[in-house]
């Protein structure tokens, strides 16, 4: 099913009710977000409480591991893409993702953007040259790579690396782009880059990052969703609310501690 | 403490003396074959004429022709086969098929030659037989050979392919690419040194086959005029012919044995490049 | 494409199960306990194969005796005492590997020359045993050298912290820990010294009966396989029992070794 673009606008993404299975256990518990249209979106918690699954649920990237089963419903827009009729080929095509570790392809650098484009029936040299050059200008690496773009791409530095996988990405006109701790394998100056980039996607797609990084979170994001681990062993989101409220008038406990630094939150405290 | 003293001695002794042990077969072969190499020439032993040892004559060439012929005949059937058989295994097999399919060719792959041998004798030959005596041929050796060759063909391949980088498949997942574009433009690349490595390595041990060939080939020295044409290659001739022969005929047999030697030694050097060649991030 | 890779799959397994149900049906006809404990007759178109067993397990015996200590020896040499990229570890690993890769027919012309002929051997089990020991070496030097390094790092750091003598730490940490490596690498051997025919047919020689000490000649099964194909007319049923035999031996033996330990062997590795 073709989502049909005659908006400009990005779509919402409603989470129902998602929950992320390992086999019997549980990884992420119940969870119901609403990730408004064009904002950027950050889940924010300790490690090990599901943030990455759950954004691997929304471009069905938990597909690929093999015990691995979400229940619930997401939608973009007023699609299902849990559904099993969903295209995942257009899925991933509408939602793009960046991950930890950069992971540009063994090839040179304008073979990067060319070889998806080309999966996806772009073939027209011309546009993909057009194409090519844009989404570089996007990222900004085309001043740095223009006169190298037949180069391998595993001899850029980390952050070049991490933004040519963003250009991949834009390359294919998504409409939702998934980061999951784009920056915590890269150094400060880099991730400067990287997060001044994401600022200027705002508007032209809807962003959800995931970041243990709550300086980050402070930065970037216009909503924030706060992940912590249950008794049980399960994630789940305790507080959701834009970056301001979250940050300075929480109303859950395990928000205010976590997020306000106000000693560290222990797992007596009650949810 | 006095162990400490001999320990080491020993063990060093140990790795020397095993490493001494090519120096010493290749000493014995040139040893044993240069008396003959010298009296009639190098070049004698490439001629085309009839194998004699009667009249002193020993031309290779012949039975060199049916080593190449057998080996890279069965190398050219194993190669796409195998290498079709180890994509399957990673990317489109179901996981207990995979593993399944990897157990069996691990099993195929230490069934003995002589069996091998045997089978194609008893069954193989027969069969080819009806299309066109004696069955014998070239044909059933590679067909033999290739059988023996594939599952490590598909196991060195399999190795390979595990090496790709994972995030560059899930990089790839990730942008909704085709599996099989994947495989052709991300894998296969990737893997490619590694499996040019195996490939050149399992050439080499087609070569050096002795068993299989022998028992199924015919061994008539002669130059093949169609697939069907018994040969006897490098390795059968020896078998056969050394517990017989004399004097310059036994030379003759070591010097075909140090032919052989230096042709697996330079396939397994051109595998070794390949393999550091894969080594080398760019 | 999907298809296409399913059918060469389909096609790489299907002719050889083929071949294997050839080998058992024409094989487990044959197969009884009398032809496991009694000696052939009639050239072999008759009997059993008990004597051939016998020179099996001597033959292997000789070849494991002499592999193991020297084997042992050269790879804890290799793992413990030379680092790996020094100039002798590179010129031992180069004669090993040009080892592993020499053709089976050169043992044999190696093994006639050294062991029957100048040592005086003879066609014997020793001469077949030793011959067979200098093929499989590189394969047990190389796996029992990869179960040595498997040894996890923190042994190592806690024995350099105590202080503790690099003879005492081989002998009494990381040789017990790498045991079931080690029998990896042992048994891994005995399968490909088991498959192996042209090492011997000019080393340990042809006779069929029950050797008498191990300067005696032998055969073992795969000899006598070889044997009755090609020499002897109407052996084929024999031969055929044989051929099972062998193939049920060698399969229990690598089953039990990849059981033991998938992660000692490397196909990117070991030319097997």
Known sequence: ?271 | MAIDLWLPRILQLCAWLCAAIIIAIMTFLLLESLPLIIESGFWSFFQLQAWQPEENRFPLLAMLIGSLLVASGAMLIATPLGIAAAIFGRYYAPTPLAIAYRGLMELLAGIPSVVFGFWGLTILVPWIAHWSPPGASILAGILVLTLMILPLVVLTCDAALLKVPPQYLHGATALGLSRWGTIRHISLPTAFPAIASGIVLQMGRALGETMAVLMVCGNVIQLPDSWFSPVRTLTANIALEMSYAMDNHRAALFASGLLLLLSATALMLLADHYRQKNCVQY | MRPLFWLTALLGAVVPLLMLWDIIANGLPGLSIEFLSQPPTDTGRSGGILPILFATVWILAICLSVTLPLGLGCAIYLSEYIDSHSSAARWIGLSLDILASTPSIIFGLFGYALFAIYLNFGFSLLSGGLSLACMVLPLFIRTTEHALRACPIHYRQAASALNIRQSGFILRILLPISGTGIAVALILSSGRALAETAVLIFTAGYVSRQPDSVFDSGRTLSVHIYDLSMNVPGGQQNAAASALVLVLLIMLINSTARLLARRYISYDQTPL
């Open chain 1, 1 to 271: 099913m073709i989502t049909s673009r005659l908006s400009h606008s990005p779509p919402t993404l409603n989470l129902s009710e998602v929950s992320v299975y390992y086999g019997q256990k549980m990884a992420i518990s119940q969870v119901s977000l609403t990730i408004p249209s064009g904002k950027i979106s950050v889940l924010v918690g300790p490690s090990g409480c599901g943030k990455s699954s759950l954004l691997a649920s929304i471009n069905r990237m938990t597909d690929l591991t093999p015990n691995c089963r979400v229940s619930g419903k997401i939608h973009i827009d007023q699609q299902n893409i849990l559904h099993p009729s969903t295209s995942l080929m257009h899925l991933r095509r509408q939602v793009g993702m960046v991950f930890q570790q950069p992971n540009p392809f063994p090839l040179s650098i304008e073979d990067n953007i060319r070889f998806p484009l080309k999966e996806h029936g772009q073939k027209d040299p011309k546009q993909v040259q057009k194409i090519t050059q844009k989404v570089l200008e996007d990222v900004g690496l085309w001043k740095e790579v223009s006169q190298r773009l037949k180069t391998p791409a595993l001899q850029l530095s980390g952050g070049q690396q991490q933004r040519l996988c963003i250009a991949r990405c834009l390359a294919l006109s998504p409409d939702v782009l998934l980061f999951d701790e784009p920056c915590s394998a890269l150094d400060p100056l880099a991730t400067q880059k990287i997060e001044t980039l994401i600022r200027q996607l705002r508007g032209r797609y809807t962003i959800l990052m995931v970041t243990h990084n709550l300086s980050q979170a402070r930065r970037l994001a216009d909503y924030v969703a706060v992940c912590w681990t249950e008794e049980s062993g399960a994630g789940c989101v305790v507080e959701s609310g834009d970056n301001q409220r979250i940050f300075e008038h929480s109303v859950h406990p395990i928000t205010r501690s976590f997020c306000q630094g106000v000693d560290g939150a222990t797992k007596d405290s009650p949810i």
